[in-house]
């Protein structure tokens, strides 16, 4: 099935730059956050959103009239001793369902064999940039150099989700890299939801946005487990902080999906982001719904 275009959906375009999919009959893939005993440091409950797959048909089914017109898949499986069968998978997916749009693969960037995943990864025609989850706190860049350097050459991203404590260290990495595109995902995880959390967090982003030019802020799990009963007014704040700390043409807002199900509903998550940015000139708007995401993804 091809993705929904323009003339198919009223609502300004969406980019939905950060999903996850699945299917348990990939006999070389396993996703643990689904299997029985795991334990998320803060998403409590993974296994609940368990099912034989998670497709782009069932994305379109359960997204409605809010079904994103692209979609960026970000890592999920477990590692593999070959590094390229998930993308491997997913590009079969997009031949058949026409999602994702765009890879983020996989990759430990402190480990010795980063720089050749990220070139194995480098086959697929998707393929955009790399995640990695193992990254928690400061990051120094002679750590992460042979990862960095094979990102560079092969124009890939990297992504890493740090909270505000290490946004000092993402600056490091961006300076030594500039040809490299940071993603700083899920927003930095803001991990509170007080005016005095918020105002240190915004100072940070603001701080990290103006000392590198190549970082770009990712908003997303903004509704999720740090502010569990979200509405719109309880997100609104740190969803327009992260865009004015970065400006609309660096930031691009994403749903975390499915996993955020946990929270919410995906249509709700839309029209609540769609309600927020409204309040944007158009262009800025267009830029954060679908703009920054389709240039740094390269869709």
């Known amino acids: 099935m091809a993705p929904i275009t323009d003339d198919e959906n009223t609502e300004p375009r969406f980019t939905d730059a950060h999903v996850h999919f699945w299917d348990h009959g990939q006999p070389e893939l396993r996703w643990l956050f689904l299997e ?29 009239t809010n079904a994103p017109t692209k979609v960026v898949h970000i890592q999920c499986a477990a590692p593999t001793a070959d590094p390229f069968v998930e993308s491997a998978w997913l590009d079969g997916l997009a031949a058949e369902q026409g999602w ?12 010795e064999g980063a720089a050749s995943a990220i070139e194995a990864n480098a086959a697929s025609p998707r393929f ?5 989850l193992s990254v928690q706190g400061a990051v120094e860049p002679a750590e992460v150099a042979l990862a960095f350097d094979a990102a560079s050459d ?3 991203s ?55 030019a190549n970082v770009v802020v990712k908003v997303s799990a903004i509704a999720s487990s740090a502010d569990p009963g979200w509405s719109t ?13 970065f400006g609309p043409n660096r930031s691009m807002l994403a749903t975390n999906w499915p996993i955020d199900r946990l929270y919410g509903s995906y249509h709700g998550l839309v029209d609540a982001y769609r309600t927020i940015v409204a309040e944007l000139p158009p262009a800025d708007r267009d830029d954060v719904l679908h703009g920054t995401a389709d240039r740094v993804y390269r869709i």
């Open 36 to 64: 029985p005993g795991f334990e998320h440091p803060r998403l409590k409950g993974t296994q609940r959103l368990d099912a034989p797959r998670y497709t782009p048909a069932e994305l379109r089914s359960e997204a409605g």
């Open 128 to 132: 955009r940039g790399v995640r990695d």
């Open 100 to 111: 994702p749009n765009a890879i983020v693969a996989g990759c430990r960037i402190r480990e």
């Open 233 to 245: 007014e309880t997100i609104r704040p740190w969803v327009l902080a992260a865009i004015e700390a």
């Open 154 to 156: 092969h124009a890939a």
């Open 158 to 212: 990297v992504e890493l989700m740090v909270p505000v404590e290490h946004y000092d260290s993402i600056a490091s990495l961006a300076a030594r890299w500039p040809a490299v595109t940071i993603v700083l995902g899920h927003a930095g995880q803001p991990l509170e939801r007080s005016s005095e959390y918020l105002a240190r967090w915004s100072s940070a982003l603001a701080r990290l946005a103006d000392a590198a």
